[in-house]
């Protein structure tokens, strides 16, 4: 105990600390922006004074600040009006719907003015889920915006959906090429339907309009509350700097690391952000990945503890959604994926990977590689091996992004070497029923295999990947817990479940771990910052009644830096 007198005390409640042990205490005390001790109620209350704030509990539980792990925080805020509309379900459920809302949005735009919008999910659209197979078509768009283009992202982060206006904007025709790590979507005439993949979407999204440093910082401010009222303290960027262009718009996503560095010189950043820069985009070789980390500026943060770039990102193949995942069985309807990378053949791109992640791994940073399918994830995970072999480093931790199929040959890789996995159990509660079509039932009742990653001692942490999904980390601990299906409520993979503790660790500690930041943060013990979560009602006790009641589980206080920075 320390002999600091509180400036605020938690009391009369359920502590869950997630240290080692899981230890479950009654009370904590904050002095400043430190936790100075945890305990009984007895023991805490005697610790304060006249100047300490005290909360009774009554009965409520307290979590350590949750750190959604894997979170587009600029991208995401910027899918708001005013910078898109949402076309994503429930606000929209059928293609009449979307082009009713771009017809609206075009009714208020400039002539050649893009519109641009975020969200829509075949899964949820009437007419695809009436004609198995149909996707949207630039022809669905044309004449509710004849005079604008238009630009629709899918759920996934992974397609586009243009109409014709945007497909001659951007020069594509039955004669473009799609380079390496592209798809363009054709008719069977070898026009293009206005469906572009992976990083062929880059060939429109380029040419969206920037927003303006000025209207970022903006963004990640309403950002921040939003996280603060959902109880989250911590959050990842993966992929900011001079080939992370944004995923919605035109300009570089360098822009948000400048806004981030701005905000936190003024001391007006209120969560702790950890980044991943990118120094080559989708379908990049190794000569992209050298001369981009040879490119990229030293980011000085004032604080690094509110701002730090840990690592960088490279991606490896594409999302089974599309498709575009590379995996060892082929597809119901035929094809394996590939990997997004530079290279004519298999064997080829295999190469090209090990050559990407050798060359970062060398130049001393962390590794977060974006890969899906079981045959990519084995060869990212070979790459890391065999980097560390030729250059031994006792703590990179490198780690899986999504992870969707890794076998059970990669996780025990992975857990020897002391490397991570970041799953997205929010998206498995989206898409399962999705998957079964795409992947078959056996695969996608696999999908995301937290309980084999855990009990192969691998670093599982979990994340809302947001946009894709909102960062909501009660839909992805239910995830975890229940294994079952949002729209359905069908069980996917009941023999992946996990138990609460896993599952508040790898929204907590474990993603402080992937930070290189658990000694001072990511769960409840004296001497690390008062990042706390006041939620309304005894979880312990919610989960054994009905787990499906995480979901409604209301945050009540959110303190950041030992300061309350939410309150119901």
Known sequence: MTTATPTLILTGGQVLTVDVDFTIAEAVAVHGQEITAVGTTAEITALAGPGTRVVDLAGRTVLPGINDSHLHGAAYAMTK???????????????????????KAAEGAGPGEWIVGLGWDPGYLAECLAEPGRLPHRGDLDEAAPGNPVCLTDFSSHMVWANTAALRAAG?????????GSVIDTDENGEPTGILREAAQRLVQSLLPSPTVAQRREAIGSLVKELHA???????EPGLGAAGADTFFGGLSGDNLTAYTELVAEGALRARVSVLLLPAAMGGSAADVREGLEGLRPVE????????????????????????????????EGGHGSLCVHGATPALRTYELREMVRIAHDAGYQLGVHVTGDLAIDAVVDAFAAANEANPRSDARHYVIHGDFVSPRSLERLAAHGYGINMNPGIKWTISDLMDAIVGERRSAYQWPVRAAVEAGVSVCASSDA?????????????????????????????QRVGLADALRAYTVNAA?????????????????????????????????????????GVDMTIFDGEIVHER
């Open 81 to 103: 009006p005013p910078f898109a509309i949402d076309v994503g379900h429930p606000a929209v459920e059928s293609i009449a719907e979307i082009a009713e809302a771009v017809r």
């Open 172 to 180: 594509i025709d039955r004669a473009t090429e799609p380079t390496p």
């Open 230 to 236: 959902r109880g989250i303290t911590s959050y990842t």
């Open 301 to 332: 943060s004032p604080d690094e503890r509110l701002l730090r770039v840990i690592g960088v990102k490279i991606f490896g193949d594409g999302v089974p959604p599309n498709r575009t995942a590379w995996m060892s069985e082929p597809y119901p």
């Open 467 to 495: 946009p894709i999904t909102e960062p909501d980390w009660r839909r992805g601990v239910a995830g975890m817990l229940l294994r079952e299906s949002k729209a359905s409520g069908r069980c996917s993979g009941p023999e």
């Open 513 to 553: 771990r992937q930070d290189f930041a658990e000694a001072w943060k990511g769960s409840i013990e004296p001497g690390k910052v008062a990042d706390l979560v006041v939620l309304d009602r005894d979880l312990v006790r919610a989960v054994a009644g009905d787990p499906h009641e995480i979901t409604s589980v």
